[in-house]
């Protein structure tokens, strides 16, 4: 008779939480719809600063400009922490021709990031077509040296999510033009990684190997490489060159910030749940739904919370990460300092996907029981707003570095709707008419709302 009675205790107490939390979950909801300010925050990020690579004027404006819209907010702890990064810089509009004898056929192109520039007069040379580092591997340095290689691996459409199609593609960017360079290439040209057709290039950054060549790499728009590989079919080899001017450059490292503001925990002031994405962007656009999108969501949770009245039990910090797009220094410098105060991390959300439609979460390499837990806890509380998906998967470049110094962590990545993305990321179209108010709304109210669950009950 005990038993059943402390059983039935049990039930009731948990239906209860339950209530309680599905109450809260909705408040939050409410107010990140109703009186949310994250889409207006965008709107002036984008539209007042813009561009904003690392070591810009732009970067530089936006660090000022975010401490001062924490402060705004009246969180307990606003602060800059220093992070020194890349410098590199675009200069001039690119050219790109495709010469077929005394044909000239413009193409547009935009040099990868951290690439180094043309000779003045730009770089004409033969071209070898590749689908595959592979590819290039075979053919070696008797086919390879002295012409441009031409990195023509297309965006997988079968995959469903499709950053596993931009994880697939993106090794001919990261990797391939210091791969053409060890077999003696003059120059790269990849194709943009996006499932979109267009004349939109996208840029991103490429990585050369130490103590290697390195030579200039551009992305090509999708169109412009569709022309190119059917034209090099169609004719011989010899027929076909390519010409292309960039005259970007690295400069010194600069002085940069991450923003970060906090909530101080009412019971484990020392325990942390940290939400962030990254200010800086391309320079391209404006960066809205990479990463604007992210930021304007991670400091809306802090912002819902005290508007809400909401007083977290566990530190909660908002965390403007500098320089995820050539370098992820300020990722690395966070859990750097993070490690040096002994610092205990509960959790650490990133949104760096876009602001679209919320779907779900994503748990790093965790085992399976516990991510059955996490369901059997949460799904149900995350259902009506269709944001249920709590899977498997990464977590972001940013707070990865905190799983190397903090191995109790866990990592979790923000999920919205993945099929628009790669249509804008790293292009001129990254822009805040892009982003729609409602679906970046939503966002906010969701990551909310794991905060609040993860704040309360853990994981």
Same mark, same amino acid.
């Given at each position: 008779?005990?038993?059943?009675?402390?059983?039935?205790?049990?039930?009731?107490?948990?239906?209860?939480?339950?209530? +309680?939390?599905?109450?809260?979950?909705?408040?939050?909801?409410?107010?990140?719809?109703?009186?949310?300010?994250?889409?207006?925050?965008?709107?002036?990020?984008?539209?007042?600063?813009?561009?904003?690579?690392?070591?810009?004027?732009?970067?530089?404006?936006?660090?000022?400009?975010?401490?001062?819209?924490?402060?705004?907010?009246?969180?307990?702890?606003?602060?800059? +922490?220093?992070?020194?990064?890349?410098?590199?810089?675009?200069?001039?509009?690119?050219?790109?021709?495709?010469?077929?004898?005394?044909?000239?056929?413009?193409?547009?192109?935009?040099?990868?990031?951290?690439?180094?520039?043309?000779?003045?007069?730009?770089?004409?040379?033969?071209?070898?077509?590749?689908?595959?580092?592979?590819?290039?591997?075979?053919?070696g340095e008797s086919v390879v040296k002295g012409k441009i290689v031409?990195?023509?691996?297309?965006?997988?459409?079968?995959?469903?999510?499709?950053?596993?199609?931009?994880?697939?593609?993106?090794?001919?960017?990261?990797?391939?033009?210091?791969?053409?360079?060890?077999?003696?290439?003059?120059?790269?040209?990849?194709?943009?990684?996006?499932?979109?057709?267009?004349?939109?290039?996208?840029?991103?950054?490429?990585?050369?190997?130490?103590?290697?060549?390195?030579?200039?790499?551009?992305?090509?728009?999708?169109?412009?490489?569709?022309?190119?590989?059917?034209?090099?079919?169609?004719?011989?080899?010899?027929?076909?060159?390519?010409?292309?001017?960039?005259?970007?450059?690295?400069?010194?490292?600069?002085?940069?910030?991450?923003?970060?503001?906090?909530?101080?925990?009412?019971?484990?002031?020392?325990?942390?749940?940290?939400?962030?994405?990254?200010?800086?962007?391309?320079?391209?656009?404006?960066?809205?739904?990479?990463?604007?999108?992210?930021?304007? +969501?991670?400091?809306?949770?802090?912002?819902?919370?005290?508007?809400?009245?909401?007083?977290?039990?566990?530190?909660?910090?908002?965390?403007?990460?500098?320089?995820?797009?050539?370098?992820?220094?300020?990722?690395?410098?966070?859990?750097?300092?993070?490690?040096?105060?002994?610092?205990?991390?509960?959790?650490?959300?990133?949104?760096?996907?876009?602001?679209?439609?919320?779907?779900?979460?994503?748990?790093?390499?965790?085992?399976?029981?516990?991510?059955?837990?996490?369901?059997?806890?949460?799904?149900?509380?995350?259902?009506?707003?269709?944001?249920?998906?709590?899977?498997?998967?990464?977590?972001?470049?940013?707070?990865?570095?905190?799983?190397?110094?903090?191995?109790?962590?866990?990592?979790?990545?923000?999920?919205?709707?993945?099929?628009?993305?790669?249509?804008?990321?790293?292009?001129?179209?990254?822009?805040?008419?892009?982003?729609?108010?409602?679906?970046?709304?939503?966002?906010?109210?969701?990551?909310?709302?794991?905060?609040?669950?993860?704040? +309360?009950?853990?994981?």
């Amino acid at each position: 008779m005990k038993k059943s009675i402390l059983l039935l205790s049990l039930f009731f107490a948990a239906t209860t939480v339950k209530a +309680q939390d599905s109450l809260m979950i909705r408040k939050l909801y409410d107010e990140a719809l109703v009186n949310g300010q994250c889409y207006e925050n965008l709107r002036y990020l984008c539209k007042s600063i813009g561009q904003r690579l690392s070591g810009s004027a732009g970067a530089e404006k936006s660090v000022t400009w975010s401490k001062k819209l924490m402060d705004s907010y009246g969180f307990d702890k606003v602060y800059l +922490q220093e992070v020194m990064v890349p410098h590199w810089v675009r200069g001039a509009k690119e050219e790109g021709f495709i010469i077929d004898g005394k044909t000239r056929i413009k193409v547009p192109i935009a040099a990868l990031g951290m690439s180094v520039g043309t000779p003045s007069a730009g770089i004409t040379a033969n071209i070898v077509e590749v689908k595959s580092l592979k590819e290039l591997d075979a053919l070696g340095e008797s086919v390879v040296k002295g012409k441009i290689v031409f990195f023509n691996g297309p965006f997988d459409p079968r995959f469903i999510e499709t950053g596993a199609g931009y994880g697939a593609a993106g090794i001919q960017r990261f990797a391939g033009p210091s791969a053409a360079a060890k077999y003696g290439a003059v120059g790269a040209i990849v194709r943009s990684i996006t499932p979109a057709l267009d004349d939109y290039p996208h840029t991103g950054g490429t990585v050369y190997a130490e103590g290697g060549r390195k030579i200039p790499a551009a992305a090509i728009s999708t169109l412009a490489a569709n022309k190119l590989s059917a034209m090099l079919k169609l004719r011989k080899l010899p027929l076909i060159k390519f010409y292309f001017k960039q005259s970007c450059q690295t400069l010194p490292d600069v002085k940069s910030y991450n923003v970060i503001g906090e909530i101080t925990g009412s019971e484990n002031p020392n325990k942390f749940i940290t939400v962030g994405g990254h200010l800086d962007s391309w320079d391209l656009a404006e960066g809205a739904h990479d990463d604007g999108t992210g930021v304007m +969501q991670s400091v809306e949770v802090l912002r819902i919370f005290k508007a809400v009245g909401y007083k977290p039990k566990n530190s909660v910090r908002a965390v403007f990460f500098m320089n995820e797009e050539n370098g992820h220094k300020g990722g690395l410098k966070y859990a750097e300092v993070a490690a040096q105060n002994k610092e205990e991390h509960i959790a650490a959300i990133e949104t760096d996907e876009g602001g679209f439609t919320p779907r779900g979460f994503s748990f790093q390499a965790i085992p399976a029981a516990q991510l059955k837990a996490i369901n059997d806890k949460y799904k149900a509380l995350f259902e009506p707003y269709e944001a249920d998906r709590l899977v498997a998967g990464g977590g972001g470049t940013d707070i990865g570095p905190l799983k190397e110094t903090i191995p109790s962590i866990v990592l979790i990545g923000f999920r919205p709707d993945s099929q628009r993305y790669f249509d804008i990321h790293h292009t001129p179209n990254d822009v805040f008419e892009n982003v729609n108010k409602r679906e970046l709304e939503l966002g906010a109210g969701a990551i909310a709302a794991l905060v609040y669950l993860i704040d +309360q009950h853990g994981l």
